[in-house]
C-alpha cells in the first residue's frame, strides 16, 4: 500500500456478519467486522499493523521486537505471536506494576516466549525505560527493532487504511463505529472511508489525550505525509467521541459488562472489557440517547481483546455477579 510492502501472513479479508437477534433486539441493523478472527496469539487488530512493522523488522534484519504498552497489552500479547512465528525475540516494556499474577495477556506473553519488562511508573521517561532494554538487548548481539505503543504510526497504519478497502468491497454504507486507544486504527479507517457513504464514529476508551480531536489531527498529517495522501482535513471531521471513557482505562465498570453479557447472550461473540465492551456500551447508550436511530445500519468493528475478561479487577466483579448461576446438584 502507497509503496510500503507487507508481510502477508493473515488471511485477509476478515468476515463481516450481520448479526440477527442482536439487531432484533435494539431495533437497529447490526454487523461486526470480525478482526477478532485473525489468526496468531488469539487474534486483534494489532495483527493487520504488524503485517507492516515484521517486513520493515525483516529489511533491517532485526532479531528482536521490542514494544510498549500496559502489563495487559493485547498489541504486545500479538507482537509476542508474530515474533514467535517469525523466529524473533520479543521483549514488551510496560509502564505498570506486577498485576499481582500470571494471566490474561501477561500470561499468554510468557506462553509465547515474550520478556515482560515492568517498571512501574515513578516520574521515568517511558523512552529511558525503553533504551535501556535496547541497549541490553543489543549488548547480547541482537539487532533490535523498536514498534511504537499500538502499533500506530504512520506504517502501522496502514493495516486500517486496507481494512477500510475491504469493508467498501463488503458493504455499501452505514455508520462505522471502532474503539480508539492509540488511535492507528480509527485513523487507517478514517483515512480510507473518507469521502464513502460510511460515516465513522470513534470511541475513546481512556483519558489519553487533553484534546483528542487534535491528536487525531497529528496523527493525520503524519500518514498525509508518508502516504502522500491528497485529502485536506479539519479537526472538527474527527467524530471521536471521548465522553464514554467512564472514570478510566481498563477500570471495572457494571455498564462495561452489561454490555458483554448481551453481547454474548444474544450472539454468543465475546468482547472484552477494556476495548470492546465499552465502545458496545457506548452503542447501546447512543441507541436508548436517540443519537443512533430506529433501523440506523451499524457496522461494529471487532478489535479483539478477549483475553482481558481473564485478567483479576474484572473477574472478581464477574463472579460476583454469575456465580449464582453455577449450581450443584
Ligand atoms: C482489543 C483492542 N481494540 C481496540 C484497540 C484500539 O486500537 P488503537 O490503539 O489502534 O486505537 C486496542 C488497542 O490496544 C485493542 O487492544
Not at 543489543?138 to 505503543?149: H, K, L, Y
Not at 478510566?248 to 465492551?277: F, H, Q, S, W
Not at 458496545?280 to 478489535?303: L, N, Q, W
Request: charge should be negative; include cysteine; hydrophobic fraction near 40%.
Amino acid at each position: 500500500m502507497f509503496g510500503y510492502e507487507k508481510e502477508s501472513f493473515l488471511h485477509l479479508p476478515t468476515p463481516i456478519h450481520y448479526l440477527p437477534s442482536l439487531s432484533k433486539k435494539l431495533g437497529v441493523e447490526f454487523y461486526m467486522k470480525r478482526d477478532d478472527l485473525t489468526e496468531f496469539g488469539a487474534g486483534g487488530n494489532k495483527l493487520r499493523k504488524l503485517e507492516y512493522f515484521v517486513h520493515a523488522a525483516k529489511k533491517k534484519g532485526a532479531t528482536t521486537l521490542l514494544t510498549v504498552g500496559g502489563a495487559q497489552t493485547n498489541h504486545g500479547r500479538l507482537t509476542a505471536a508474530v515474533a514467535a512465528k517469525f523466529g524473533m525475540k520479543c521483549v514488551i516494556v510496560a509502564m505498570d506494576e506486577y498485576p499481582g499474577e500470571l494471566s490474561a495477556n501477561l500470561l499468554l506473553d510468557r506462553i509465547m516466549g515474550a520478556e515482560v519488562v515492568l517498571h512501574k511508573e515513578n516520574g521515568t521517561d517511558l523512552m529511558d525505560v525503553v533504551e535501556t532494554v535496547k541497549k541490553r538487548y543489543e549488548d547480547q548481539g541482537e539487532v533490535v527493532f523498536f514498534i511504537p505503543m499500538g502499533g500506530s504510526n504512520a506504517l502501522g497504519d496502514l493495516g486500517y487504511y486496507e481494512c477500510a478497502l475491504e469493508l467498501l468491497e463488503q458493504v455499501k454504507d452505514g455508520r462505522v463505529i471502532v474503539t480508539v486507544g492509540s488511535m492507528g486504527t480509527y485513523m487507517g479507517l478514517f483515512c480510507g472511508l473518507h469521502g464513502s457513504d460510511f460515516r465513522l464514529t470513534g470511541v475513546l476508551i481512556g483519558p489519553f489525550y487533553e484534546d483528542v480531536r487534535e491528536y487525531a489531527l497529528t496523527q493525520f498529517t503524519q500518514c498525509k505525509a508518508a502516504w502522500n495522501l491528497d485529502l485536506n482535513v479539519t479537526k472538527s471531521e474527527f467524530d471521536i467521541r471521548d465522553n464514554y471513557i467512564r472514570g478510566g482505562y481498563n477500570n471495572p465498570v457494571k455498564e462495561v459488562r452489561e454490555a458483554i453479557y448481551e453481547m454474548a447472550r444474544a450472539e454468543g461473540i465475546l468482547l472484552d472489557p477494556c476495548y470492546t465492551g465499552k465502545t458496545y456500551a457506548a452503542v447501546r447508550d447512543m441507541i436508548a440517547s436517540g443519537e443512533i436511530k430506529p433501523g440506523e445500519k451499524i457496522v461494529f468493528i471487532h478489535t479483539g481483546g478477549f483475553p482481558g475478561l481473564y485478567t483479576h479487577a474484572h473477574r472478581i466483579e464477574m463472579e460476583r455477579e454469575l456465580i449464582d448461576g453455577v449450581t450443584i446438584l
